[in-house]
């Protein structure tokens, strides 16, 4: 995947968990990588964490204007931008007849209005200049039913469909695909979870471990490649094969 040198990427919500490693990634391949994330403290630390990285600019998804102001930066940073990794994401683990609308709202708008809100401004760019690669994170959630995710889950099917629609319309000049984790050991499933919750869900998953990740990046910086150049449209499942099927 050499030919992700000198490319220009912007990760959102990259100053940690899975953002953060595809960061890592990306920079192994010699690309230019940019960070959003509305974080400025985990932003700092990032700098000083990744040698090569090019920037870090505060952003909150789930506001428009907020989202076209950074894209002006990015523009300044990076003069452009070639790959899109929009990895945003929070979640909030609740009854469903718990949710209030405010938590409805806050979970809908940074998962799903952000990753419309950050890949249409990248399209934007990506049509003028005649190329370009988006990456939305879904989730496995998006694609089977998970208790007490109602909010998440939604968001993540949203996100599903919004990625096949943009494959059609952006199409042949820019793919667009998602990728859709299972249990990955990150701070936000650490800060969610109990020890004794994420053992009973290692005990759900055939290969028997939660993943990592890296293991998601390296699926980012795949199909962000020219290997994957006859690819669109698609949501590619990483979950140690936990929605396969029954085991029993």
Not at 119 to 131: C, E, H, V
């Amino acid at each position: 995947m050499n030919n992700l040198k000198n490319k220009r990427v912007l990760i959102t919500g990259g100053a940690s968990g899975i953002g953060k490693e595809t960061a890592r990634g990306f920079l192994s391949k010699n690309a230019k990588v940019a960070v959003f994330d509305k974080d400025e403290s985990a932003n700092e630390r990032l700098m000083k964490e990744l040698d090569g990285l090019e920037g870090t600019i505060n952003c909150d998804v789930s506001d428009a204007g907020d989202v076209i102001r950074a894209f002006e930066e990015l523009d300044t940073l990076l003069g452009g931008i070639d790959i899109l990794i929009n990895n945003a994401g929070i979640s909030i683990r609740h009854n469903f007849m718990d949710i209030t609308p405010e938590e409805w709202h806050t979970v809908i708008k940074t998962n799903l209005d952000g990753v419309f809100f950050v890949a249409q401004q990248a399209a934007k760019r990506m049509l003028k200049q005649g190329g370009g690669v988006i990456l939305n994170m879904g989730s496995t959630n998006g694609l089977t039913g998970y208790p007490y995710y109602a909010d998440y889950n939604a968001s993540k099917a949203g996100v599903i469909e919004l990625t096949k629609s943009m494959a059609l319309e952006l199409a042949p000049t820019i793919r667009v695909n998602a990728v859709c984790p299972g249990y990955i050991l990150t701070p936000m499933q650490e800060a969610e979870y109990t020890p004794e919750l994420l053992r009973e869900c290692e005990s759900r998953i055939p290969l028997a471990r939660l993943g990592k990740p890296d293991e998601v990046a390296a699926l980012f910086t795949f199909l962000a490649s020219d290997d994957a150049d006859f690819i669109t449209g698609q949501h590619f499942v990483i979950d140690g094969g936990e929605i396969a099927g029954s085991q029993y």
